[in-house]
């Protein structure tokens, strides 16, 4: 059976299909976009790279840090004259990122196992995107130092705040029912994220024997190293 090229694979992402009509190069999503002020990023050039429909272009963004740098704030959609959308290209391109392995080849990607780790264990475990008893400060040494007082501190600093961190009921942190849980877990099984998590760890062991370093020391990498060389100077 015939294998399906890289754009074929974008073109079943209805994100992609919503996101790309035809790119004028107008360059209007750049202007607008606040990746762009920072980070050495262009959504104009990534819409016309896809559009090229090329899959040695489209590998190419697929192994690049590019595809990492957007926040996925949606600014270029409204902005955009022929109703492109930026912001919803590089997230089918990031996903196919992930499946194909091609994320361990940029820094940036390479994040993508902390994220896994952190952001996404985390909704699966509590059902919260950051849930303080896992969070670290040694881990997240940018957090500064108030955060790590608050961490040290953690059930007075809540208590005081009257959130109602791991109690049951409502309120703010509030501890999430296993039920909901199980929930949670069954839309990822069905939706292909329990898949695309172990893909993720998967390739990113691969990536640890191929640079020569143990598992555990690229994982540390992957939440505290940063190269700098991403900012527009
Ligand atoms: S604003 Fe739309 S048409 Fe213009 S460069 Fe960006 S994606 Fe292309
Ligand atoms: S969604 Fe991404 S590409 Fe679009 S404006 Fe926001 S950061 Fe830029």
């Known amino acids: 059976m015939e294998k399906d090229t890289l754009y074929k694979r974008l073109m079943d992402d209805c994100r992609f299909r919503e996101g790309l009509n035809a790119c004028i ?15 050495r990023y262009d959504p104009r050039s990534i819409a016309n790279m896809v559009q090229s429909q090329d899959d040695a272009v489209i590998e190419e963004l697929l192994r690049s840090e590019a595809i990492w740098y ?5 600014s270029c959609v ?26 361990t080849e940029s820094e940036k990607g390479r994040q993508q196992l ?3 780790r952190t ?4 909704i699966l475990n509590y059902g919260y995107c950051i849930y303080p008893r896992v969070f ?39 501890k999430i029912p ?3 849980l199980d929930e949670l877990k069954a ?16 390739c990113s062991r691969m990536k640890a024997e191929e640079m020569g370093i143990p598992f555990e020391e690229y994982s540390r990498r992957t939440a505290t190293l940063n190269s700098n060389n991403h900012s527009v100077k």
């Open 25 to 39: 190069n107008c360059g209007t999503c750049t202007a607008i976009c606040p990746a762009a002020e920072f980070y």
């Open 70 to 74: 957007c926040g996925e704030c949606m």
């Open 78 to 103: 409204s902005r955009c004259p022929r109703k492109n959308a930026p912001g919803l290209i590089i997230m089918a391109l990031r996903s196919l990122s992930q499946d194909m392995g091609y994320f």
């Open 114 to 116: 902390a994220l896994k």
């Open 119 to 122: 952001v996404g264990e985390n």
């Open 136 to 174: 670290h400060h040694a881990m997240h040494p940018e957090s500064g130092p108030v955060s790590k007082w608050v961490g040290e501190h953690l059930d007075d600093v809540h208590r005081r705040l009257g959130s109602n961190l791991d109690g049951n009921g409502p309120g703010v942190l509030r």
């Open 178 to 180: 296993q039920a909901a």
């Open 187 to 202: 839309i990822f099984d069905v939706t292909g994220g329990t898949q695309r998590f172990e893909t993720i760890e998967r």
